[in-house]
T-cell receptor
Framework: AQSVTQLDSQVPVFEEAPVELRCNYS??????LFWYVQYPNQGLQLLLK??????LVKGINGFEAEFNKSQTSFHLRKPSVHISDTAEYFC???????????FGSGTKLNVKP | DTEVTQTPKHLVMGMTNKKSLKCEQH?????MYWYKQKAKKPPELMFV???????INESVPSRFSPECPNSSLLNLHLHALQPEDSALYLC??????????????FGDGTRLSIL
């Protein structure tokens, strides 16, 4: 079975500063990796996904993530955050043959002016 | 605009009421999901339908009854719920269930409050 760890429950950051949200997974098989964002009173919106190929993937809203197989990590980064990036961020994994998602516990990004 | 539509957006019901949550998608997806999300927690999978058949039931109490009338619609029938069932209920869809490389597309959810 898969498991996902998001080490930081909350990340406060000032506007225009860079940010990294950490995600580690454990799996004995190859996985696919996803980052979702959830704004208040909304559903989850896909930010980006890693399926194969280049380990650096770019997503919407200026976010990117790097897949590191040896460290079993998929950290999310943005070089300069905006107030509007304040939201909950979830990392998720699924295995190759079954589209059941395993979510991390989430990281609340709080961007301050 | 979300491609998965959920109605109603908010629902308040008593413990003896019967109500239904509805979900609709027109992306041609053949897998549809119900999740329950409590405040400050990740979504928890409840049910999965694949090609209109129930594939996964994550040991959900029988007071929750899913239904998939056709490939575009997913319902969740509610009866005799408990206060702890108050949560955001999310519907999602994906192309199919047999490959893990497809993102799930989420609706904005129904906020359910049990009095």
């Amino acid at each position: 079975a898969q498991s996902v760890t998001q080490l930081d429950s909350q990340v406060p950051v000032f506007e225009e500063a860079p940010v990294e949200l950490r995600c580690n997974y454990s799996s004995s098989v190859s996985v696919y990796l996803f980052w979702y964002v959830q704004y208040p009173n909304q559903g989850l919106q896909l930010l980006l996904k890693y399926l194969s190929g280049s380990t650096l993937v770019k997503g919407i809203n200026g976010f990117e993530a790097e897949f590191n197989k040896s460290q079993t990590s998929f950290h999310l980064r943005k070089p300069s955050v905006h107030i509007s990036d304040t939201a909950e961020y979830f990392c998720a994994v699924s295995d190759r043959n079954f589209n059941k998602f395993y979510f991390g516990s989430g990281t609340k990004l709080n961007v301050k002016p | 605009d979300t491609e998965v539509t959920q109605t109603p957006k908010h629902l308040v019901m008593g413990m003896t009421n019967k109500k239904s949550l509805k979900c609709e998608q027109h992306m041609g997806h053949r897998a549809m999901y119900w999740y329950k999300q409590k405040a400050k927690k990740p979504p928890e999978l409840m049910f999965v339908y694949s090609y209109e058949k129930l594939s996964i039931n994550e040991s959900v109490p029988s007071r929750f009854s899913p239904e998939c009338p056709n490939s575009s619609l997913l319902n969740l029938h509610l009866h005799a719920l408990q206060p702890e069932d108050s949560a955001l209920y999310l519907c999602a869809s994906s192309q199919d269930l047999d490959r893990g490389n497809q993102p799930q597309h989420f609706g904005d959810g129904t906020r359910l409050s049990i009095l």
